[in-house]
């Protein structure tokens, strides 16, 4: 089955066609062609995503995309649009006029694909950003004549895993998911049957990296920044260590920070506290390099122990031989080694995504829209009447 993903939940524009088969006890994945965007660059300049940068990005970007992603199959064949069809696209588009107009030029010169289905993220995200990928996958689905179907951001995040994997999953999976938006621990029954068991009270992981960045004078998205001054400090200090001991005990304690909610009964989290405890402890000083390295430092080993500390709980509480991670921040070299250890520990299985994988891309969701095709009662709904929800949640 060939499924045709398209992802705009942020700032990546991220269009995939994927070849999938063995249906749910053994599903496989080709990725037969990835086209990605991203924004990054132009907003590195207002320090985080900004929502209508955003949306005019993606509709300027996401037609070049696909006409790359059907490249072999077939460009310049005639498919020529009914009135019927031209006008239910002129309404589905009609508030973005250029993507309107391209549309109207350059899809009746491909020939419509040999694909069962797309798949679209409908959220969570940036709603204006969201909205233009599910538009366009609303026109495609009209002017090809095939089924749509909604996925959920983080859904396709936990999907993130399943494409590079041969064996098969033991459930109950706890999924650990850290992004800029999100940080949720998520009970997987089986596929398609999900509980939040735990999730952030304030503010997202990434967010909370992106953030201490900026308070550092580093660039966005901050989490690589912090995890490269991190693992710098790290290096220096297993050094020093070797020469002498109390140099670094002493670096360490200057900045010691907070662990919120390390202790609590629940699996949630928060991450405010700990980002006000880094402001209060650079208040009106200048830093050093060395100094930023240290604070970065302290702030990756506060947020890993406090991500170890919850999912183990998790796995504790629900018995589960099975460990997902999925989101951007498990780009995090730190983390990733951290929940390795901890799948020792417990002897548990861990999946984690490929390094090119771990930010958003519409091959997660593809994957995702394939495994619920496989599903026993499939979603079924027009494309039409689908929606784009900023605050989507998983269950
Ligand atoms: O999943 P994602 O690409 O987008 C959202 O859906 O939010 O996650 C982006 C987040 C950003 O906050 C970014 O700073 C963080 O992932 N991130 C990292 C690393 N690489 C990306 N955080 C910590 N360490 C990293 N190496
Ligand atoms: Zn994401």
Redesign the pocket.
Known sequence: MKILAIET??DETSIALLECSGGLNNPTYTTLRHSLNSQINLHREYGGVYPTLAKREHSKNILPLLVEVLDREGVNNSNKLSEAQISKISHILERQSDLLTQFLKIIPNISIPEINAIAVTTGPGLAPALWVGVNFAQALAYAWNKKLIPIN?MEG?IFSVLIHKKENFQFPIIALLI????TQLVLVKNWGEYEIIGETRDDAV??A??KVARMLDLPY????E??RLASQSRNKSKLSNSKSHTNSKKQIQDTKLPRPMLNTDDLDFSFSGLKTAVLYSIKGRTLSDEEKKEIAREFEDAVTEILIKKTKKALIQYGAPTLVVG???I??THIREALIELSKDLNITLHLPQSDLT??NAIMIGVAGYIHTQLPHPVDIAPEDIRAESNQRLN
């Open positions: 939940s942020c951001h995040h992004s800029g938006g999100h990434g967010e990296f992106d998205p901050g989490g690589p912090i995890s989101g951007g921040v780009a995090n930010g958003d």
